[in-house]
């Protein structure tokens, strides 16, 4: 296959979001080479060569950004001939500020970090409705319980009372019954 140079420019939400490493992986994952910089009016500049079939599957990758900090809005494509001035180098990111970049990593992190206290906060709450709904069905057991203990309590007594009413007949029964005898052996 032939390789070619795409030259890409990534607008919307790409910059200060992780984005660039984002793009760095698909890339490399894919085998392309080339680098990956953020330019001054806020879009993210890519610059890759390899197949084209290749360089089409990593242009798809990178629109599909599955999170709540980036959002890619559009990507300019122009192509050109291969120059081979990557090989050896493989996809990297393009630095020219190191001070800038470190701002941008801190800028970064704060964004991810607020979206991880959000979820926190959520599952926390998730969590404490569950304790609260846990805590409610325990109460339902404990009156349900208190209720067959009741019903069982009442049953024994009846039981009992039963017991007690069936043993006076029987001993009613068996006095009749001794009586009986007697008149029959008198005679």
Do not use: W
Request: hydrophobic letters at 40%.
């Amino acid at each position: 296959m032939v390789s070619i140079r795409g030259t890409l420019i990534v607008k919307g939400i790409v910059q200060g979001a992780g984005y660039r490493a984002f793009v760095m992986k698909n890339a490399q994952k894919l085998g392309l080479l080339g680098f990956v910089e953020n330019l001054a009016d806020g879009t993210v500049k890519v610059v890759c060569e390899g197949e084209k079939e290749t360089i089409g599957k990593f242009i798809r990758s990178i629109k599909k950004v599955e999170d709540k900090v980036t959002k890619v809005e559009n990507i300019k494509s122009t192509y050109g001939e291969a120059t081979g001035e990557f090989e050896g180098k493989g996809f990297t990111v393009k630095i020219t500020d190191p001070n800038y970049e470190l701002f941008q990593g801190y800028a970064t992190s704060e964004k991810y970090f607020g979206l991880l206290l959000a979820k926190e906060s959520s599952t926390l709450s998730a969590v404490e409705n569950m304790h609260s709904d846990i805590n409610k069905n325990f109460s339902i057991m404990a009156e349900r319980y208190d209720l067959i203990s009741k019903s069982l309590a009442k049953g024994l007594k009846m039981l009992g009372q039963e017991f007690v009413r069936s043993r006076k007949e029987v001993a009613t029964a068996l006095k009749r019954l001794d009586k009986t005898i007697k008149i029959i052996s008198k005679k």
